[in-house]
Every structure is written in C-alpha cells, then in structure tokens.
C-alpha cells in the first residue's frame, strides 16, 4: 500500500505503541484505506491470560492507539466527520500454522481491497 497523509499519520502512531506501552512487541501489519490489520505481541509473566495490570490488556493498547489517530486525524486535519470503528476483532495466535495463515492474510490484504464491501474507487 502507497499511504496518504492520513495513513502515514496511522502509521506514525502505530509504531509508537512500543515506546508507550513497554510490553508490547509490533509483529506484521498492513494499512489499508478504511482498515488495518496487526499483529502484536505483549511480554509478561501470564501472557496467556493476560495479566491484571491495565496496560498489559489489548484493549488498552487498541484504545490508546484509536483516541491518538482519531484526535489528530479531527483536529489537525480537520476530518472533523472521521469515526472509527467502536469495537475490534482480535484473535489470539495459538500456533506456527495460525501465525502463517494470518501473516498470509495481512499480506495478501492489499490485493483482495475491490472485494472489500467498503471499497471506492
């Protein structure tokens, strides 16, 4: 994908998660118009369960990353109409053969956007 100013601007913020939230390692993603994907790692002691701690749980690290772009996608580019998506689709990664088939998924994305039920030209 060749990003605009708007998903350089994701992107920015995206590669900022590790430096805010220590725990966290960024694996694969893709940027797309209206989506992304991504695949994120969190260190800890109980990663499976994913330990109290608020900023060890996904969804803060989802949260924190949807308040930044979307403050400065509304005021700084003044897209004051921008919305995001209210909820996510996660999926934890059990195995080799299931990393595989998502990576595959992220990198094939860019190629399957005019199928996608929200795509424009």
Do not use: C
Not at 31 to 44: C, D, F, K, Q, S
């Amino acid at each position: 994908m060749i990003l605009n100013k708007y998903g350089k601007v994701v992107e920015e913020i995206w590669l900022k998660i590790p430096k805010i939230h220590k725990n966290v390692l960024l694996l694969d993603f893709i940027i797309m118009p209206n989506h992304l994907h991504w695949i994120i790692v969190i260190e800890g002691d109980n990663v499976g369960a994913i330990t109290n701690r608020p900023y060890n749980k996904v969804w803060n690290v989802i949260k924190w990353f949807k308040q930044i772009s979307t403050k400065i996608l509304r005021y700084k580019f003044w897209l004051k109409n921008f919305q995001r998506q209210k909820s996510f689709y996660d999926h934890i990664i059990r195995n080799e053969e299931d990393m595989n088939r998502i990576v595959e998924y992220i990198q094939r994305n860019p190629y399957k956007r005019e199928n996608d039920e929200y795509y424009t030209k």
